[in-house]
Structure formats: structure tokens, C-alpha cells
């Protein structure tokens, strides 16, 4: 049972370059998140996905688009990467939306050059 | 909106030792509040998590209180093991609107042999 499958781990671009993170669940669960980690800040929520067919912005969500491609399977898009978005980007699922436990994945470490 | 405060961002004890950690919250109706331990170049791992209802909850060496009254809510760590050492953060979601979670900005404890 791998629980949250984040892909790739490390990936470094160049200004203005795009890419997908992937992230794949198998908990069955409805609810999905991307987060971003930065030192001293704690995780930030970009955007999050309540149900399949549905998604919605979170705190931090501009030069960002998500995906919610099925049930399992959760994208994060940078259309054009910025030195700003430096930073470790973490998905997690849960149950249902709301107050319940989150499982999240080992993160993606992204650095913009 | 919700705001989570966490104190303190370094704490240094002895093998066997007692840590304890601490996190106050604005919104007085929020009503779930998880750890989370992250270990290095790992995502977030819920270690315990306790509900407005209840007032404490053990789990072996871990226990959290949560003071609705002070709007505050502490984990409890007896018995340290080098293997304690981490970064543990709290969260809280907000009892209104969206539930999302609202992290603090953890605390990096380093258990010492």
C-alpha cells in the first residue's frame, strides 16, 4: 500500500520553463491538496480538489493549475516557472474535505534557476 | 481567517527527557487539531490528532491537550528517543467556511543520546 505517490522527487528548470508534478493516491480517498514548503513558513495550500470534477483555489495559488485527471490522480502545473516557486511541493488526500486527517507524500524539491 | 502560532521553533532535550510544544489558534470555532512529525526529506506524518470535544488523548510516549478556553493546544512527548527528532508542526482547522488546515511554522526538536 504506497498511500500518496508523488513524481519526480527533484527536478530543477530554468526561468519560464513549464512542468507537472504528478501525485497519485490508492487510499480511495475523495479529497486532494497540493501544498508548498517553504523555510519558516509552514505548508501554504495552492490549491485543493473536494471531490473528482472539482477544484478550487487555496491561499497561494497564482502562476499555478491543477488537475484533477480522476479519483486517484492529482497535477500541479507551473506554466511559467519563477525563481519564487522555488520550493518543496507536498500532496496529500483525505477522506472527505473538512476536519479530517490528511496522508501526504514525500514532496517533489523543485528549484528555479 | 484562522492564524496558528507555534512555539518554540527549536527545542533541544536529553535523551529520556520531556518535550513538550506549543501552538495557540485565533478562530474560537475551530474544531480539529492534528500533528504532524516530518522527518528529513519525508512529507508530513499525522502522529495524533484530538477534536473540540475532547480535552486530551494519549497514544504511548504522545499525548496533545487542547484548552478551547485559552484557545490553545500543546503535544506532550515523555520519554525522548534520539529517533524523536524531527520537525513537528500543528494545524487547526477553522470551524467556518472552508475547513483547510492551517499550519504552524513546527518546531525542529533534537533529541540528544
Known amino acids: 500500500n504506497a498511500g500518496v505517490t508523488q513524481t519526480p522527487k527533484f527536478q530543477v528548470l530554468k526561468t519560464g520553463q513549464s512542468m507537472t508534478l504528478q501525485c497519485a493516491q490508492d487510499?480511495?480517498?475523495?479529497?486532494m491538496y497540493w501544498y508548498r514548503q517553504d523555510p519558516g513558513m509552514g505548508l501554504r495550500l495552492i490549491y485543493y480538489?473536494?471531490?473528482?470534477?472539482?477544484?478550487d483555489k487555496g491561499e497561494v495559488p497564482n502562476g499555478y493549475n491543477v488537475s484533477r485527471l480522476n479519483k486517484r490522480e492529482f497535477s500541479l502545473r507551473l506554466e511559467s516557472a519563477a525563481p519564487s516557486q522555488t520550493s518543496v511541493y507536498f500532496c496529500?488526500?483525505?477522506?472527505?474535505?473538512?476536519?479530517?486527517?490528511?496522508?501526504f507524500g514525500d514532496g517533489t524539491r523543485l528549484s528555479i534557476l | 481567517g484562522e492564524n496558528v502560532e507555534q512555539h518554540p521553533s527549536t527545542l533541544s532535550v536529553q535523551e529520556g527527557d520531556s518535550a513538550v510544544i506549543k501552538c495557540t489558534y485565533s478562530?474560537?470555532?475551530?474544531?480539529?487539531f492534528p500533528w504532524y512529525k516530518q522527518e528529513l526529506g519525508k512529507g508530513p506524518q499525522l502522529i495524533i490528532d484530538?477534536?473540540?470535544?475532547?480535552g486530551e488523548k494519549k497514544d504511548q510516549r504522545i499525548a496533545v491537550t487542547l484548552n478551547k478556553t485559552a484557545k490553545h493546544f500543546s503535544l506532550h512527548i515523555t520519554e525522548t528517543q534520539p529517533e524523536d527528532s524531527a520537525v513537528y508542526f500543528c494545524?487547526?482547522?477553522?470551524?467556518?467556511?472552508?475547513?483547510?488546515?492551517?499550519f504552524g511554522t513546527g518546531t525542529r526538536l533534537l533529541v540528544s543520546p
Open positions: 496529500a488526500s483525505s477522506t472527505v474535505i473538512g476536519n479530517q486527517p490528511q496522508h
Open positions: 487510499m480511495n480517498h475523495n479529497s
Open positions: 480538489s473536494a471531490s473528482e470534477g472539482t477544484t
Open positions: 478562530d474560537s470555532a475551530s474544531n480539529y
Open positions: 484530538i477534536r473540540s470535544n475532547v
Open positions: 494545524a487547526a482547522t477553522p470551524g467556518t467556511g472552508f475547513q483547510k488546515l492551517v
